[in-house]
């Protein structure tokens, strides 16, 4: 599972020129799924993202969660964070996990992450026009399974 986190001063999603989410101060989430993920990787990773201190606290330092500073979620799915693009020019999607499975864990993600702090969402496997104000900018990707690579000799 892969996570892009992005701080924002608000942001909405537009679907069919009609706005379906939008917060205020808080995360943008973009959501993608492999073929390894389940419903417990899912689970994991909401509690974390609840937990992420990614807002300055009064000394400045990013010491405080979504919660503490009163913000919102926008959680959107995006299968492209599992786009291989280590070949030619067009992308392959082949590592990201088919819709029918991923709409069942993005779902189990969403009820889980909203049960620690107010979510909105896009709309699964729509086009969306998503538009934000990024705040810092501050950008994290999470991942539940890191990479190995043998060539950084760890």
């Known amino acids: 599972m892969r996570v892009l986190l992005q701080r924002v001063l608000r942001a909405s999603v537009t679907v069919d020129h009609q706005i379906v989410s939008e917060i205020g101060p808080g995360l943008v989430v973009y959501v993608g799924f492999g073929h390894a993920d389940t419903i417990d990787i899912a689970s994991k990773m909401a509690h974390r993202l609840a937990k992420a201190r990614v807002f300055s606290d009064a000394d400045g330092k990013l ?84 990479p190995h690579d043998d060539s950084l000799g760890r």
């Open 63 to 146: 010491n405080l969660n979504v919660s503490q500073m009163g913000g919102a979620i926008l959680s959107i799915s995006q299968f492209t964070l599992y786009a291989d693009t280590s070949g030619g020019h067009r992308p392959s999607f082949t590592p990201a996990m088919a819709p029918d499975k991923a709409t069942v864990l993005y779902d189990h993600f969403n009820t889980v992450l909203s049960s620690l702090i107010p979510v909105k969402t896009g709309k699964f496997g729509a086009h969306m026009v998503i538009d934000q104000v990024n705040d810092g900018p501050v950008t994290l990707l999470y991942e539940s399974e890191v």
